[in-house]
């Protein structure tokens, strides 16, 4: 049973684009949205998170839009950089649960 | 100052022996955790501690082992090690509830 569910596995966007990751959930019980960003080599770290009392949080070029009635996210990078080229993890928790579950990953790719 | 700090980062070993993965978080945190993260970059939680208490427990088979000394640091145990263990093992902390601030990770390669 996969809890949260991302698209696209891979995304190939040219400097200067816009690049957008969606994630779905489906534990009403959520209430903590992260997003997290991974280098090869490195572990996850923290990038922007969202919880569901706002429908939208920026912080420089990158921006989480949520839609607590649809239960989906999505992370938007403006201006995408060769530099962002890594892994991008949607993330849920709560319900009183520590537990973190992960979606599957997506590939950016930034081509110069 | 690497906050959460794992060791060894790379592990090679055979089949059947068994080995130990450390960490330790100077970040103060009373919260640390074990993930597994697959061939496919598939991260999945296996063990959480809470002060030196397990709080979670994922379907996790019982050759693997972890162990808190104090809440500074999660060390995992694995016994009678199987090919389908190779992966990179990532230890992270938290005060309390999330977020989580990751290790770089322990790639194990079982041959």
């Not at chain 1, 070029?61 to 403006?78: D, E, V, Y």
């Not at chain 2, 980062?9 to 597994?36: A, F, P, R």
């Not at chain 2, 019982?62 to 009678?80: Q, T, V, Y």
Request: proline share 6%; with cysteine; glycine share 8%.
């Amino acid at each position: 049973q996969q809890q949260v569910k991302q698209s696209p596995q891979s995304l190939i966007v040219q400097k200067g684009g816009i690049s957008i990751i969606n994630c779905a959930y489906e534990n009403t019980a959520f209430d903590y949205f992260p997003w997290y960003q991974q280098f090869p080599g490195k572990g996850p770290a923290l990038l922007i998170a969202i919880r569901p009392d706002v429908s939208e949080k920026k912080e420089g070029r990158f921006t989480i839009s949520f839609n607590k009635s649809a239960k989906q996210f999505s992370l938007h990078i403006m201006d995408s950089q060769p530099g962002d080229s890594a892994t991008y993890f949607c993330a849920a928790s709560g319900g009183g649960s520590e537990k973190l579950v992960f979606g599957k990953g997506t590939k950016l790719t930034v081509n110069p | 100052d690497t906050a959460v700090s794992q060791t060894p980062k790379y592990l090679v070993t055979q089949m059947g022996n068994d080995k130990s993965i450390k960490c330790e978080q100077n970040l103060g945190h009373d919260t640390m955790y074990w993930y597994k993260q697959d061939s496919k970059k598939f991260l999945k939680i296996m063990f959480s501690y809470n002060n030196k208490e397990l709080i979670i427990n994922e379907t996790v088979p019982n050759r693997f082992s972890p162990k808190s000394p104090d809440k500074a640091h999660l060390n995992l145990h694995i016994n009678s090690l199987e090919l389908g263990d190779s992966a990179v093992y990532f230890c992270a902390s938290s005060q309390g509830p999330p977020p989580l601030h990751f290790g770089n990770g322990t790639r194990l390669t079982v041959t």
